[in-house]
């Protein structure tokens, strides 16, 4: 008798915090950078492979993660820093 099983394996990708509020800023100047997190807490890795750039008057200014494609092994995390500054 031959017995077979397995385990299926994903990564799923969480972004905390889910939106990020800069609230009032003076006009020509630009905000403290805001950290984004993008982790894996699922089982297998997981690749993001775009990323919607941010616009004017939002900009990305940092932060660990590569550019896409961007690898996450299972409980990994990178980090994405924004600033704003309203023209």
Do not use: D, M
Not at 31 to 43: E, K, R
Not at 54 to 64: E, H, I, V, Y
Request: charged residues 0%.
């Amino acid at each position: 008798t031959l017995v077979l099983s397995g385990n299926g394996v994903q990564g799923n990708l969480t972004i905390t915090p889910s939106s990020v509020s800069f609230g009032n800023q003076l006009v020509g100047s630009t905000s403290a950078a805001q950290t984004v997190t993008l982790g894996n807490n699922g089982t297998a890795s997981l690749q993001v492979t775009a990323l919607t750039a941010a616009t004017a008057p939002f900009a990305r200014s940092g932060g660990t993660c590569t550019a896409p494609p961007i690898t996450l092994a299972a409980g990994s995390s990178c980090t994405l820093t924004y600033t704003f500054a309203p023209t």
